[in-house]
């Protein structure tokens, strides 16, 4: 298992920038996969980044040259810093990590954090 507390959400305007931040309560390094999801008005909860097993980092199309998703290994956490925010980027943020639980993929969310971006 692993509970996962998130920071830095908030009230933006468009252009402005963001950084939100997900503490892990154990090693990065043991975790499948590690990032953030939103979950916008009306919509369903969608990918925005994340790091996968290998170092590969994937980030969702709307958010490519924005948004950076950068990792402090010493302090199990994960940043995700958000430049140019747009109205369209307003939503609840969750932190995600995957673990590997007897052969199943298994996920964990933390509580969503708030960003709302104001035109």
């Known amino acids: 298992q692993v509970q996962l507390v998130e920071s830095g959400g908030g009230l933006v305007h468009s252009g402005e920038s963001l950084r939100l931040s997900c503490a892990a309560s154990r090693s990065i390094f043991s975790l499948y996969a590690m990032g953030w999801y939103r979950q916008g008005p009306g919509q369903q909860r969608e990918l925005v980044a994340t790091?996968?097993?290998?170092?590969?980092?994937i980030y969702a199309d709307s958010v490519k040259g924005r948004f950076t998703l950068s990792r402090d290994n010493a302090k199990n956490t994960v940043h995700l810093q958000m430049s140019s925010l747009k109205p369209e980027d307003t939503a609840v943020y969750y932190c995600n990590a995957q673990i590997v639980e007897s052969r199943t993929l298994r996920d964990y969310w933390g509580q969503g954090t708030r960003v709302t971006v104001s035109s």
């Open positions: 790091f996968t097993a290998g170092d590969t980092t």
